[in-house]
Nanobody, 122 residues
Framework: VQLQASGGGLVQPEGSLRLSCAVSGLTLPNYAIAWFRQAPGKEREGVSCISSTDGPRYYTDSVKGRFTISRDNAKNTVYLQMNSLKPEDTAIYYC????????????????WGQGTLVTVSS
């Protein structure tokens, strides 16, 4: 099983980025996919998650209304559309997967991608 996160970069405040998590080696519709992030000196934080078969999803309060998670099972890819980015969104973003249902606890996820760096700065 492999998860490949991409799409990070440098963006100005109020800009947008779309992160992608390409998944191989498992049947994506059966799995929940989450995005976590970790800023320097901070704990890893759950940002968003989408459950299997496009079921329930969650967003952490600080990104509600700005970020949207979606999945394309035909492409084995999950996306995180990030709009109105703020400097406090700066972090390494990781995608992770677990069977069926979302969780806000990073230790519940058993497979992780390598991370992609998002920097929001003017």
């Amino acid at each position: 099983v492999q998860l490949q996160a991409s799409g990070g970069g440098l963006v100005q405040p109020e800009g947008s980025l779309r992160l992608s998590c390409a998944v191989s080696g498992l049947t994506l519709p059966n799995y929940a996919i989450a995005w976590f992030r970790q800023a320097p000196g901070k704990e890893r934080e759950g940002v968003s998650c989408i459950s299997s078969t496009d079921g329930p999803r969650y967003y952490t309060d600080s990104v509600k209304g700005r970020f949207t998670i979606s999945r394309d099972n035909a492409k084995n890819t999950v996306y995180l559309q990030m709009n109105s980015l703020k400097p406090e969104d700066t972090a390494i973003y990781y995608c992770a997967t677990r069977w069926r249902w979302c969780s806000r606890i990073h230790s519940d996820f058993d497979r992780w991608g390598q991370g992609t760096l998002v920097t929001v700065s003017s």
